[in-house]
């Protein structure tokens, strides 16, 4: 657990303002950070703040969330448009969704989509599927609760319910990159100095 729920971890700045309604999901969603945290590894900061070990060259970046890997979720907001990413300890960013509860839906529902973004490449949908089944065994008998908790959150907010999860995750991961941008003043997660600049988009 990455512990910056209280703000007390370094890296994050002072609090911003995101649009209402995901001002709105994240206070909600902030309620149920505990079953979000421990099953999905996914903790929710009380309020969003600006990264300081990462920056938006062309846009507004407002990070929302971390996980046990120091990865970051930040609602990216560049030229009239608006993606959810994760950015991960090497620099490397996955859009997610387009707002809060898209992006949060996704993770409930394929808490392994790293493995699956890494694993696949440029596979079709029904490899992802494929892949995306065995993995959900492999969760489901490493978190004996994660079916139960996923069904208590989804039962909860509606807008945590996904027709199908592996067809959105491949539509975003294909299509919205273009809207990243790249990060400045890297060092303080990687400790490597020449990871500085790394372009957001990832490999």
Known sequence: MCR???GSAPGYGIEVTLEESDSAALEALYEVRDVLTYSFDLELLSAPRAPEW??????EC?????DATAGAYAVVRNEGSQRVVHVDQLGRTRVLGQDVMSAVALVVALPYWRELDEQLGDAAVDGFRDRAALLE??????IVQLAEARQWLQARFDGLVLADPVANFARWRAEARPN???VAGWARISERPESANTD???A
Do not use: K, N, P, Y
Request: aromatic share 4%; with cysteine.
């Open 137 to 142: 065994r492999e969760v489901q008998s490493d």
């Open 62 to 66: 407002h990070v929302i969330g971390c």
């Open 54 to 59: 990462f920056h938006c060259l062309d846009g």
């Open 200 to 202: 957001l988009h990832g």
């Open 180 to 182: 990243l941008v790249t």
């Open 4 to 6: 910056l729920a209280a």
